[in-house]
């Protein structure tokens, strides 16, 4: 049986960074977005918290959370400030949590201890010209003596203006596609590593995003991250952990701005009384709040479920530590479109109505935005289908046992039709095995006899 409710340290952490969040960032969160900056010392003030390491062991000072918890503490911030939600899970999950998955323990030792105190992570794949297809990016590392020259321009980095240390993704072989791809760990400052003007985005306008240029920026060797090659690896494991987090960061918007359209319908007079007094508009909320607690209980299953989710996606389970398998899921994804990306379009609809005017001083202005700056910032709707859909084909492919995993899955009380199709397997192996052992078996039988 799944458990979908929080433990008591976890309803006390919530409670805890739900208490910093309405205190010390609530009120400034809208100047934040106007002035497209969240300030250094709100970062630092989750770092004091420790949440600047959630997914990394104690043993190398972070919090070794689960990814439920970390879900939660995510879903918080976000709540508050989409930016410092954004700024927050990026720097967790594929700024700081390679280093640790990937990393040597003198890399661990050299870089983690910044990384879960003070300093922001970032994660440089995309190029002008390699977004969804991170695959095609162009970027090239050539190997000099004991360092690699790096030359290229990405795009989009979050965190990139401050961040003490980045991941850049770069080509080392032209001829091995997918396999040619090498993850780097770049130092802010590091000679050729050329800072871009932040983006001037629609949402999010508080977490900075910039373009790099990598004018033969030296790294020396022992700043690769994983083996040479294994940067495509790297960079699609890490960002399946990724967009759990950004499921939470959904989460705690859909939640500010349903408490939005609650608060502007009770206040709001119309025809002799509140809007929130006629049916037509609570059919829209009980519709909206159907959708909150819909993606909450998607969300809660899935940290539970990762092994099943792991084998959608092909990766193996044995590579990975806890915390990432914890982490992983291209259902996200699924979450995300499905129920997010809907919200959004009826907040826009129920809610912006005769206030759409009042531009960025309005709340729900930079809610709403944020929301739409989201379907880009983790992959499109279209890539998360694909995904999804590929996940789901892998799945059920060529064995035709959907139905029968199904129905064992029911009647055993087994939580997902993927565990129920494993039994199946080892079932379906186990009679094939006696079938073929049954001749010898009987041939010894009655030569005994
Ligand atoms: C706020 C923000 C923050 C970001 N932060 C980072 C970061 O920290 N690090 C980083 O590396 N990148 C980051 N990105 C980049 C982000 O990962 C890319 O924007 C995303 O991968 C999509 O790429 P693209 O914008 O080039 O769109 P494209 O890939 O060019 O897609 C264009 C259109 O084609 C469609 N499409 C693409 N593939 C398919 C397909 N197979 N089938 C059907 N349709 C398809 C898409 O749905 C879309 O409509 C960020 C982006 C934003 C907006």
Excluded at 22 to 37: G, L, N
Excluded at 100 to 118: A, I
Aim: net charge neutral.
């Amino acid at each position: 049986m799944l458990d979908y409710d929080l433990s008591e340290d976890q309803i006390a952490i919530r409670d805890a960074v739900r208490e910093l969040c309405d205190k010390e960032f609530a009120p400034h969160s809208m100047r934040w977005d106007a002035e497209a900056q969240v300030p250094l010392e709100a970062v630092q003030r989750l770092a004091e918290q420790g949440f600047l390491g959630m997914g990394i062991p104690e043993e190398w000072g972070g919090l070794g959370y689960d990814a439920r918890t970390i879900c939660v503490v995510i879903e918080e911030i976000a709540r508050v400030s989409a930016a410092l939600g954004i700024m927050i899970a990026v720097h967790n999950s594929v700024g700081a949590l390679p280093v640790f998955r990937f990393g040597t323990d003198e890399q661990r030792k050299r870089y983690l201890p910044r990384l879960v105190s003070k300093e922001l992570g970032a994660f440089s794949l995309s190029e002008p010209g390699a977004g969804s297809d991170a695959g095609a990016l162009e970027a090239t590392a050539v190997r000099d003596g004991d360092a690699y020259v790096l030359n290229g321009s990405k795009n989009w980095v979050t965190n990139g203006m401050r961040a003490g240390v980045i991941l850049v993704f770069a080509r080392t072989d032209r001829a091995a596609g997918n396999k040619g791809l090498s993850c780097f760990i770049v130092e802010r400052g590091a000679k050729g590593l050329v800072l871009g003007k932040p983006e001037d985005k629609m949402g999010l306008r508080g977490s900075d995003t910039v373009a790099l240029t990598l004018e033969d920026l030296r790294v020396p060797a022992d700043q690769r991250l994983g083996a040479e090659g294994e940067g495509f690896k790297i960079a699609m494991s890490m960002l399946d952990g990724g967009r759990i987090g950004v499921a939470a960061q959904a989460l705690g918007v859909m939640r500010a701005a349903f408490h939005e359209a609650v608060k502007y319908a009770q206040q709001r007079q119309a025809f002799g009384g509140p809007l929130s007094k006629l049916q037509a508009v609570q059919f829209k909320l009980a519709e909206m709040e159907r959708r909150v607690q819909a993606t909450r209980l998607l969300l809660q299953r899935w940290p539970g479920k990762a092994k099943a989710i792991l084998r959608g996606t092909g990766l193996r389970a044995a590579e990975l530590p806890p915390d990432l398998k914890a982490l992983s899921s291209i259902n996200a994804f699924s979450l995300r479109t499905a129920h997010f990306d809907e919200d959004m379009d009826d907040l826009l609809d129920a809610l912006l109505g005769n206030k759409q005017g009042r531009g960025s001083r309005w709340r729900q202005a930079p809610l709403t935005l944020a929301g739409v700056a989201w379907r880009l910032a983790a992959g499109l709707a279209a890539g998360a289908a694909v995904m999804v859909g590929a996940g789901l084909a892998n799945r059920w492919a060529d064995n035709g046992c959907y139905d029968l995993a199904c129905t064992l899955q029911a009647s055993l009380g087994i939580a997902d039709p993927a565990d129920a199709l494993g039994l199946l397997w080892i079932v379906g192996i186990a009679v094939l095995g006696a079938g073929a052992a049954a001749p010898f078996v009987l041939r010894w039988w009655r030569g005994r006899r």
